[in-house]
């Protein structure tokens, strides 16, 4: 990586703690930013980023969508891709911050996904090349292990910016810390909502959505069940592609800030109901036992189309 410190790799021990219904990292408030140099050995290979502070720059890389790349993603997910006619999912554009940050010799075996902010300015339409650019950002310490931080913009060949993400992944620890139960009781996440559509998993669908980023903890249960979950989990951006087919149902969004979480482990075999709020600003996934595992809150849409 061009300008940056040489990227060192090394194995860490493992230790398995099953993670069938507790919630991911982010429901845990992270420490303070520490920086780069940050404490505690991390699972795998994932110590590379040591070797990747807050600031590195990615390698620049080409992307666009085309009509079977798309629809092969909007199958995956259970989405009726007719409402985007020949306008670009922004969902999807979201694998290539993985795609970017792997280029850049950083290792994606192991990471989860626990947070996607998606800001789109403008439609960007099919088969339209994009420059991908992004950045590390400061790194934050949570109970299960680090948090990376990743700008990313999306640029047009005159310069414009149609859509930038950031995103935040867990590290997680060698070592993982025991949860404490939860101190309260959430309430019915589907209270005040209406059904909106529904993501049935199934290995295939899961190892297929995540192929292009190679991350084995979506295909490979050995691999998963190392790092402590009981099967392959999805990758968090199909749950995000399956909410953001719902938005587009209700209406196509020309400026968008969206923000996503995931809140808890999602497995192969899970059967999801997509709910709306009646103002159609905020999204939920919910499993089989009525579980939140992702929520999409709208916090500004517009639907005119402004360009010139």
């Not at 505690?40 to 620049?60: E, F, H, I, K, W």
């Amino acid at each position: 990586m061009k300008g940056n410190a040489k990227l060192n790799p090394s194995r860490c021990r493992k230790k398995k703690t099953h993670m069938n219904d507790q919630a991911s990292d982010q429901n845990q408030p992270p420490s303070s930013d520490l920086g780069s140099g940050l404490a505690g050995d991390l699972s795998g290979d994932l110590n590379a980023y040591d070797g990747a502070p807050a600031g590195t720059r990615l390698p620049v890389m080409p992307s666009h969508l085309d009509r079977a790349r798309q629809d092969q993603y909007h199958q995956i997910s259970d989405v009726a891709g007719a409402a985007f006619a020949d306008l670009a999912d922004a969902s999807i554009f979201a694998q290539d911050v993985s795609r970017v940050i792997a280029k850049a010799g950083l290792p994606n075996d192991g990471r989860v996904l626990i947070s996607q902010r998606i800001f789109q300015i403008g439609r960007v339409r099919l088969d339209e090349v994009l420059s991908v650019e992004g950045v590390l950002g400061p790194y934050e310490t949570g109970p299960r292990g680090r948090h990376l931080n990743c700008n990313v913009a999306f640029r047009r060949a005159d310069q414009t910016v149609p859509l930038r993400m950031i995103t935040q992944h867990l590290l997680p620890f060698a070592a993982i810390p025991e949860r404490r139960g939860a101190s309260s009781n959430p309430g019915d996440p589907r209270d005040g909502m209406r059904a909106v559509g529904s993501l049935k998993l199934s290995p295939e669908k899961v190892a297929d959505y995540a192929s292009e980023i190679g991350n084995q903890i979506h295909s490979d249960p050995e691999f998963a069940n190392s790092r402590g979950y009981r099967a392959p989990i999805a990758q968090g951006l199909i749950q995000l592609t399956a909410l953001h087919g719902a938005i587009v149902n209700r209406a196509m969004p020309w400026e968008m800030d969206l923000q996503t979480r995931f809140i808890r482990p999602v497995f192969w075999d899970s059967e999801l109901t997509l709910y709306a709020d009646p103002e159609g600003r905020r999204y939920r996934c919910v499993d089989q036992a009525g579980k939140l595992t992702a929520e999409a809150v709208l916090h500004h849409l517009t639907t005119d189309d402004m360009e010139p």
